[in-house]
T-cell receptor
């Protein structure tokens, strides 16, 4: 099925470890986004991309990095995990002019201990 | 700064009753206001959206109204069913046009009681 695929679904990290959250979409959307969702809170934008090779910071970028080498993939990197990064992470994509609404992935639940 | 306030944070209704969720935004350069439904363990899913050139849009049991002068928009669900139980998010466009970085409300947890 067409959509946004996120892996892994769950992960437990120790403080100081690193990991990459994977995100891939097969809808040929140019715009991609990473959000984090904390309990009782809305979605906060971490990073976004308007096309391959172009990325920019969102509202809460500290502690994260991204790359966008292809239209399909938009991985999110955590270099030195901290307990404050315990959250659910959602990747989304859109194609303004075609569909302004976001298509979200199913999320990655990350716990840092 | 840019902000979207969403109320209520939780809402319980009897099956068959109506539910209304309201959002207020601080500023916007665009005219597209979406609503998302998030079921347990899943990502948010777009359920309805509205553009500022219309005041209301309806899709079966759900409708959205927009008052751009007052900067608020609402989601209305009629004849609620148990499967409507979920968390609902509104989103508003950012002040800067062309970036499509929507600002999300904090969510409303809707419980439909059978």
């Amino acid at each position: 099925n067409a959509g946004v695929t996120q892996t892994p679904k769950f992960r437990i990290l120790k403080i100081g470890q690193s990991m990459t959250l994977q995100c891939a979409q097969d809808m040929n959307h140019n715009y991609m986004y990473w959000y984090r969702q904390d309990p009782g809170m809305g979605l906060k934008l971490i990073y976004y991309s308007v096309g391959a090779g172009i990325t920019d910071k969102g509202e809460v970028p500290n502690g994260y990095n991204v790359s966008r080498s292809t239209t399909e993939d938009f991985p999110l990197r955590l270099e030195l995990a901290a307990p404050s990064q315990t959250s659910v992470y959602f990747c989304a994509s859109s194609q303004p002019g075609q569909t302004y609404g976001y298509t979200f992935g199913s999320g990655t639940r990350l716990t840092v201990v | 700064g840019e902000n979207v306030e969403q109320h209520p944070s939780t809402l319980s209704v009897q099956e068959g009753d109506s539910a209304v969720i309201k959002c207020t935004y601080s500023d916007s350069a665009s005219n597209y206001f979406p609503w998302y439904k998030q079921e347990l363990g899943k990502g948010p899913q777009l359920i309805i959206d509205i553009r500022s050139n219309v005041g209301e849009k309806k899709d079966q049991r759900i409708a959205v109204t927009l008052n751009k002068t007052a900067k608020h928009f609402s989601l209305h669900i009629t004849e609620t069913q148990p499967e409507d139980s979920a968390v609902y998010f509104c989103a508003a466009p950012p002040r800067t046009s062309g970036t499509y970085k929507y600002i999300f409300g904090t969510g409303t947890r809707l419980k439909v009681l059978a």
